[in-house]
């Protein structure tokens, strides 16, 4: 399968799996102590927003190296809580579907170019989307699964 296409069925198997939380579910905290639901969607809203640059750089400078995205005051200036779950899910969905078309979109060659964020590594374009894949589904279970044991409670 190509990066395009898992692109798109990892965000259209997420939608799904998102869109079954209850908002009462989304105002609980991810785990003991830590973030609500609606603050880890938030999370990877700040995340796609951060990454959406870095790649269409990466591929218009062949090559991107900037700083690193500071997940707790992005969540927090965000005020992610005080938005209903639906809306939270409209938006990490819209702005998916907008990556995904960068990626449908990205040449081959550029899919070798380095993706550097300052200290914390590089690695190329190719398995930098697929990392960020990877990190989107890791939460998007945690959420999920999270959320069906509360259910089940």
Known sequence: MNLAAKFSQTIDSAYTRLDGISDTQAEQPYRPGAWTRKQVLGHLIDSCVNNHVRIVRCVLEKGYKGPRYEQEGWVAIHGYDGLPWNTLVA????????????????????????????????????????????????????IVGHAVQTQSA
Do not use: K
């Open 91 to 142: 938006i990490w969905r819209a702005h998916n579907t907008v990556l995904g078309r960068v990626v449908q979109h990205i040449p081959q060659e550029a899919l070798a170019y380095d993706v550097e964020v300052i200290d914390d590594g590089s690695m190329n374009l190719h398995d930098w989307v697929l990392d960020y894949l990877q990190h989107m589904e890791h939460h998007v279970e945690d």
